[in-house]
């Protein structure tokens, strides 16, 4: 079920205006206290990119980065001389996806060109800064923050580090037993859940002193290693062998790897 089915249901059964946004947004009022307070910026997808939630966080005292939608509603801003009398002339145009001539060129950074510019949101009614990625193999996306201070480049550095983000709660939940948690109490869920992000820290911090060259890191290559020594210490233990001997053997190390990845 999509995230707009399960707003279409809330609003049918539960008979209320608000939205998964709304819930969202609450939860990081109640619970923004708790950030340090160098934390400037707070980082999302393109579903959160509506006007509730961006007005809602700036108000917690932080600046939205996200990525917009392909059809945004774009306008350049007017930096031309202004007329002496009349209304002063705010736009210059719509900003058409895709259309890079006027856009100030940043770099090119593993494969991705960077452009930016401030420009004005309609649906945000505000002036934002965009950074269009235009990759090599012709896929674009287009982010923005309402930082307009905020260089390109660290913009587009904070939205990648998202996805780091992600990558811990999903290996947490298929390899260390995020969701397998059966306990009511708060104390015993706050423990379990230190207890497994914990736990991927010695294997992400073994992996780079194994391979320090290696960025990703395969847990499931890890718990294979990890399940075959302790398989071969029980089985040593129930028939008596000694493994002194065995263990500064190649084979042995064979053996541990059976089933990992290699690289």
């Given at each position: 079920m999509?995230?707009?089915?399960?707003?279409?249901?809330?609003?049918?059964?539960?008979?209320?205006?608000?939205?998964?946004?709304?819930?969202?947004?609450?939860?990081?009022?109640?619970?923004?206290?708790?950030?340090?307070?160098?934390?400037?910026?707070?980082?999302?997808?393109?579903?959160?990119?509506?006007?509730?939630?961006?007005?809602?966080?700036?108000?917690?005292?932080?600046?939205?980065?996200?990525?917009?939608?392909?059809?945004?509603?774009?306008?350049?801003?007017?930096?031309?001389?202004?007329?002496?009398?009349?209304?002063?002339?705010?736009?210059?145009?719509?900003?058409?996806?895709?259309?890079?001539?006027?856009?100030?060129?940043?770099?090119?950074?593993?494969?991705v060109k960077l452009y930016t510019a401030i420009v004005n949101c309609v649906t945000l009614k505000r002036n934002i800064r965009i950074v269009y990625l235009l990759k090599n193999t012709g896929g674009y996306a287009v982010l923005f923050s309402t930082d307009n201070e905020l260089n390109a480049l660290s913009l587009h550095r904070y939205y990648k580090a998202r996805f780091q983000i992600e990558f811990l709660f999903r290996d947490a939940k298929q390899f260390t037993g995020l969701g397998d948690c059966q306990a009511r109490s708060e104390p015993a869920l706050h423990s379990h859940f230190n207890a497994c992000f914990t736990a991927l820290n010695p294997i992400k911090w073994q992996d780079r002193l194994s391979s320090p060259n290696r960025k990703p890191v395969s847990v499931l290559s890890w718990k294979a290693r990890f399940f075959n020594a302790l398989f071969i210490e029980r089985i040593s233990c129930d028939f008596g062998f000694d493994l002194t001997s065995i263990k500064s053997s190649p084979r042995y190390q064979e053996i541990c790897n059976f089933g990992a990845v290699s690289g």
């Open positions: 999509s995230k707009s089915d399960k707003n279409y249901y809330l609003h049918c059964f539960v008979g209320t205006t608000e939205t998964g946004v709304h819930e969202y947004l609450k939860h990081l009022k109640v619970d923004c206290h708790a950030l340090p307070k160098d934390v400037r910026y707070l980082v999302s997808d393109a579903y959160y990119r509506k006007q509730t939630f961006t007005h809602g966080v700036l108000e917690c005292g932080y600046h939205p980065i996200g990525k917009l939608r392909r059809d945004a509603n774009l306008r350049y801003l007017f930096t031309g001389q202004q007329r002496p009398k009349g209304r002063h002339k705010r736009y210059d145009g719509k900003l058409i996806i895709g259309d890079i001539s006027r856009l100030d060129f940043v770099g090119e950074y593993n494969g």
